[in-house]
């Protein structure tokens, strides 16, 4: 492996930050100090003025292998993640065939160790993602994952929920639910209310989402199993969790770029690129939530990175998939919604890596196949995984610079501020200066 130094970084710890070289030698952070001095050789970086950190995690990630690699491959979004900053991503289940066993994910483990990033691995609840029967989630545990979700639609049936809940407890594992009843959200593309009347679209309403939070925190209270809630969208949704979370209930929420930094306005051009399930909601939930991501409300901000083929996304708006693209954006979003040249580093690193490896599972003490630590505390002796991200940077968003196959951004044009200058995954350098190492 490589040996290089990061010079005169402001280094986020989780308590603190200060000026600091970082020298990475056998993917291990081998001297975290004022000043050190390497051998001759070894590759300089300057960090001066960027925040240095734990490489980003991203808990929801669609990489669309196997079925739909016309859309993303595991390798192809494993580099949009290292462009956007991350070190590991959680690929979602509902691949064609769904990951709803020990083969399948096996499958993804194997292609993900090739990529440039760790890809752990979310097991699908039930078989097929069909809400019908549980899948073998102990034979997937076996394997390392620490997460099951039916993302895409969530458990419907509440008993079913509930023995899934026992099934996953003694294994020590999350269930992450998407969070909308299918019967009241049933045929809509966006978010219900005067706008969607005006524009003649069927809505998905705010109460299709909070049911099955307010459902699944009293389920969590009945079993003791952890449930984590998928890319929350709605201000109401946000103080369920954070009232039973101050009762002591194992919950834990993320929220996804697009829920914060877009709101319905959008949908009045009829583009299906701003269609998305959840939908995106009104302007005072959009500001709802930002105020969360200040306040420590939020444990994780996770993309949702759904990649689609081009000729799905320019279907009519009705017929078009909902979802878009996330991971190559989603630190100067969060940045910029922090509250830009005010935001807290540290804060920001809670939101972008520590949180999410904490509801993954993946940070140094917890046992973990085929994976190394994230998350990292910043200090000698951990796992190098680690990003440098300079908060000065203005620039523009481009569709046509993704790493990722696919082109579905609501983001092309955007004015960002904020950038990944370089990354270490797995050791190695896998972004300098902005662009693949």
């Avoid at 929801?60 to 292998?65: I, K, P, Q, S, V």
């Avoid at 949702?304 to 878009?324: I, Q, R, S, V």
Wanted: charged content about 25%; glycine content about 10%.
């Amino acid at each position: 492996m490589s040996a290089f130094v990061l010079r005169q970084g402001l280094v986020i710890g989780e308590n603190s930050s200060d000026v600091l070289d970082v020298f990475i030698d056998e993917g291990r952070l081998r001297e975290v100090s004022p000043r050190v001095d390497v051998p001759r050789g070894t590759k300089e970086i300057d960090a001066e003025g960027c925040w240095v950190g734990p490489g980003f995690v991203d808990l929801h990630t669609h990489l669309r292998e196997p079925g739909r690699e016309e859309a993303e491959t595991i390798d192809s979004g494993a580099r949009a993640g290292a462009v956007g900053g991350f070190s590991a991503v959680v690929a979602m289940p509902n691949t064609e065939p769904a990951l709803d066993n020990a083969a399948l994910v096996s499958y993804v483990l194997d292609r993900g160790e090739r990529t440039l990033l760790d890809v752990a691995v979310a097991g699908a609840i039930t078989q097929g993602r069909r809400g019908e029967l549980l899948a073998p989630m102990a034979e997937m545990a076996a394997l390392g994952v620490r997460i099951f979700t039916d993302d895409g639609v969530g458990v419907q049936d509440p008993s079913l929920m509930r023995r899934a809940l026992d099934y996953a407890k003694p294994l020590g594992v999350r269930l992450a639910q998407h969070c909308e009843d299918e019967q009241l959200a049933a045929g809509g593309s966006m978010n219900e209310g005067a706008l969607s009347s005006r524009l003649g679209l069927t809505g998905r309403p705010a109460l299709a989402e909070e049911l099955m939070v307010l459902r699944d925190i009293e389920l969590v209270r009945l079993t003791g199993c952890p449930v984590h809630f998928l890319h929350l969208s709605t201000a109401r949704s946000v103080a369920l969790v954070v009232a039973a979370r101050l009762e002591g209930l194992p919950v834990t929420c993320e929220v996804a770029p697009h829920h914060f930094t877009l709101d319905e306005g959008c949908l009045e051009s009829f583009d299906p690129t701003f269609k998305v399930h959840p939908p995106l909601r009104g302007a005072s939930d959009v500001v709802a939530l930002r105020a969360a991501l200040v306040s420590g409300a939020i444990d994780a901000v996770a993309t949702d990175h759904a990649p689609h083929a081009p000729e799905l996304k320019e279907l009519p708006f009705d017929e078009a998939p909902p979802g878009m693209l996330g991971l190559e954006h989603a630190a100067s979003l969060t940045y910029e919604a922090l509250g830009a040249d005010a935001a807290d580093p540290t804060r920001f690193f809670e939101l972008m890596s520590r949180g999410p490896a904490r509801v993954a599972q993946l940070r140094a003490a917890d046992v973990r196949p085929r994976h190394g630590a994230h998350g990292a505390t910043m200090r000698a002796g951990e796992d190098a995984n680690v990003v440098v991200f300079d908060p000065r940077e203005r620039w523009t968003a481009r569709r046509d610079t993704l790493e990722s196959r696919a082109l579905n951004t609501p983001y092309d044009g955007r004015a960002m501020v904020g950038r990944v200058r370089a990354l270490v995954a797995k050791g190695e350098l896998a972004v300098i200066d902005g662009a693949l190492a």
